[in-house]
């Protein structure tokens, strides 16, 4: 293949359109991407309709709502017609008014009765994803009339994973056909011959994606049929569309985990406004929380005069606390989205993270009463004739706000689950934050306890 960049300086779209052509659709659309929405709608325009069709049912376009909406209505209008269902109801659903409304009516009325069905589905459910485009014959019919049948539509069906077989009569799902089985099959066999004996895995169309995701994942299929309570197929999810899932419910994950909102658009085409909104609100709520902090120091204001050597070992202390916080919701966050623990389990997830935390937290103080000793013996620095007691109350505090950061940050994850929030909202920073108050007192406490009679 020749590789193709986007022209740099003066931008010629009939130049560029033409050196697409031939190319691979998803080397075009990282090229397409690389262009204003208006540019690349210039260049959509000009390609072969095919082409730009196959562009646009690509979800790693970044701006294809955009491009439709740039482009004159009598040349939207077809292209959203030629794609498939599922890609064009996404591309609706992103349109400003009067675009939307002006386009749903230059559609016919087959493709526009497909668009509006599925975007009466609520978002991330298997109807909103799923593809209305599927291979279906009835059960009467044998395997040749089913080949033949699938020669004659495969062009306007995104793919020909499985054949559904539905009943002559109420057009109910019977079963599913791979396309390997009946390629395999006598040409002459009813091809209800071939259904297999285990039952057709499906779903509902208001299951959310990610349960539709493990179903997927459980089964190893290539696509699950979406049916009706009367059992009618709907539409199908394929194994694409749960990959896209997957991506964007990772990463939408990985943001809130950071300490912001949830992004849809990519980096680069997110607007100065929206950045500072997405962010701007928890790093508020963060910096108000992290005031907490500066209370507590106030509150052993005292005893950090009488010792200023245990102002060293606060960011030592914090760190540790905030990193074994994160670890553990880490763990538990993915555990829960997984389904690998439930939300009763948490009972016995703080009875594994109990003793798991106090020896970490054992280990940690250890190394942190070693680095003590080996920096008063070595002469690096002096910690005062009490340096030993120092060094204890180091061990001490970094047992206890490793401890707590280990339960404190698996349990968050549960909480929040119980009350109807995403467990990924306990991002490392509110995680690192709530531990760094704690672990300020349980420092100063144990000071308090070790050090009284002595520095304090």
Do not use: C
């Given at each position: ?215 997927i994942t459980r089964h190893d299929l290539l696509a699950v049929p ?196 995403d467990p990924a909202s306990a991002s490392a920073p509110f995680v ?25």
């Amino acid at each position: 293949m020749t590789e193709i960049h986007a022209p740099e300086g003066e931008f010629n779209a009939a130049v560029l359109a033409a050196s697409l052509i031939g190319e691979h659709v998803a080397d075009t659309v990282e090229i397409l991407n690389k262009l204003e929405p208006a540019q690349a709608a210039d260049v959509v325009r000009l390609l072969p309709r095919d082409v730009a069709i196959e562009i646009l049912d690509k979800p790693e376009l970044d701006f294809g709502a955009e491009i439709i909406e740039a482009l004159p209505r009598y040349v939207a209008a077809p292209l959203l017609a030629g794609m498939s269902a599922d890609m064009a109801a996404d591309i609706v659903q992103l349109l400003e008014e009067p675009a939307k409304t002006e386009l749903l009516g230059a559609l016919d009325e087959v493709s526009r009765a497909a668009i509006v069905g599925l975007l009466a589905y609520p978002e991330n459910t298997a109807g909103a994803m799923m593809t209305t485009e599927f291979v279906s014959v009835p059960g009467n019919w044998t395997v040749d009339q089913t080949m033949q049948h699938i020669r004659r539509v495969e062009r306007s069906r995104e793919t020909v994973y499985a054949i559904y077989v539905l009943d002559p009569v109420t057009r109910r799902l019977v079963g599913a056909v791979t396309l390997r089985r009946l390629i395999a099959g006598e040409p002459s066999a009813n091809i209800m011959t071939l259904i297999p004996e285990h039952e057709t895995i499906t779903t509902l169309p208001l299951v959310d994606r990610e349960d539709v995701a493990r179903l997927i994942t459980r089964h190893d299929l290539l696509a699950v049929p979406v049916l009706d309570k009367a059992g009618h197929v709907l539409g199908i999810v394929t194994v694409d569309d749960i990959i896209d899932a997957i991506i964007e419910e990772s990463t939408e994950d990985v943001q809130k985990f950071g300490g912001m909102s949830a992004t849809e658009e990519p980096y680069m085409q997110i607007g100065l406004l929206d950045m500072i909104r997405k962010r701007g609100g928890w790093l508020s709520v963060l910096f108000v929380s992290e005031m907490l902090t500066a209370s507590v120091m106030q509150h052993f204001e005292g005893q950090l005069e009488k010792a200023l050597v245990l102002t060293l070992f606060i960011p030592l202390i914090m760190s540790s606390g905030g990193n074994s916080g994160s670890q553990a919701t880490s763990l538990l966050i993915r555990s829960l989205a997984l389904h690998d623990v439930k939300l009763a389990d948490w009972w016995r997830v703080m009875m594994r993270e109990l003793p798991t935390g106090l020896i970490l937290g054992g280990l940690l103080g250890l190394i942190g009463f070693a680095r003590v000793v080996v920096w008063q013996k070595l002469g690096i620095y002096d910690y005062g004739e009490h340096w030993v007691l120092v060094g204890f109350t180091v061990a001490a505090a970094l047992v206890g706000v490793v401890t707590f950061g280990s339960v404190a940050g698996s349990m968050l994850p549960f909480a929040l689950q119980r009350v109807g929030f995403d467990p990924a909202s306990a991002s490392a920073p509110f995680v690192a934050t709530l531990v760094d108050v704690t672990g300020l007192m349980i420092y100063f406490s144990a000071a308090v306890l070790i050090l009284r009679g002595t520095l304090l």
